[in-house]
């Protein structure tokens, strides 16, 4: 059974540089597409961005200009940095394993709320 | 960019009811391409629908997904007391996308 973990600091000052990384356990990270998803306080879901296990990366056009999400395949692992935080993105962030693009997200991690304030 | 339309904002129904749940989106998707969500108060998503239509693991058959083009409907027949959540459908375009939500409270 595939299982996803975030790990990182729930606090972040306004300007500053977001980082989470997902560990993966009970398979391996090679062969799919690793997300990032947040989703605001109350709020519905926003899609970050993903890797793939071989270096490719697409991003949310809205966020394209902060985010870089990169893989550790040796760790299993992945990560996301988000730039120049502010209030806005205050939110639960989810990894998550994208299978494809016709077989939907299937596994999720629990989240982690991270919470932007001086 | 494609927008995708969930409706109604909130549906209010009782345990044993059937649930239909819209998706619209703004411009023809592939079926392929669209999947259903349901979220519980302080989880995370679970994968209920892929390609339209196609039941993820371990998902009753009481849901089912339909549609193509621009129109795409979740149904969930007889609700379960478990059943009562918030719903998103997920296109893979460019970059995936999500609705906005339904949630599915009961009455």
């Known amino acids: 059974q595939v299982q996803l973990q975030e790990s990182g600091p729930g606090l972040v000052k306004p300007s500053e540089t977001l980082s989470l990384t997902c560990t993966v356990s ?3 990270i090679t062969n799919y597409f690793w997300s990032w998803i947040r989703q605001p306080p109350g ?3 926003e ?3 993903y890797v793939y296990s ?3 990366t697409n991003y949310n056009p809205s966020l394209k200009s902060r985010v870089t999400i990169s893989v550790d395949t040796s760790k299993n692992q992945f990560s996301l940095r988000l730039t120049s935080v502010a209030a806005a993105d205050t939110a639960v962030y989810f990894c998550a394993r994208l299978y494809s693009a016709t077989r939907g997200i299937d596994y999720w991690g629990q989240g ?3 919470t932007v304030s001086s | 960019e494609i927008v995708l339309t969930q409706s109604p904002g909130t549906l209010s ?3 044993g009811e059937r649930a239909t749940l819209s998706c619209r989106t703004s411009q023809s998707v592939s079926s392929s391409y669209l999947a259903w969500y349901q979220q519980k108060l302080g989880q995370a998503p679970r994968l209920l629908i892929y390609g339209a239509s196609s039941r993820a693991t371990g998902i009753p058959d009481r849901f089912s997904g339909s549609g ?3 129109d795409f409907t979740l149904t969930i ?3 379960e007391p478990e059943d009562f959540a918030v719903y998103y459908c997920q296109q893979y375009g460019n970059s995936p996308l999500f609705g906005q939500g339904t949630k599915l409270e009961i009455k």
Do not use: N
Request: glycine fraction near 30%.
């Open chain 1, 112 to 114: 982690a709320l991270v």
């Open chain 2, 77 to 79: 027949t007889r609700l």
């Open chain 1, 47 to 49: 899609w970050i961005g």
């Open chain 1, 26 to 28: 009970g398979g391996s």
């Open chain 1, 43 to 45: 709020k519905g879901l």
């Open chain 2, 68 to 70: 193509s083009g621009t």
């Open chain 1, 54 to 56: 071989r270096g490719g």
């Open chain 2, 13 to 15: 129904l009782s345990p």
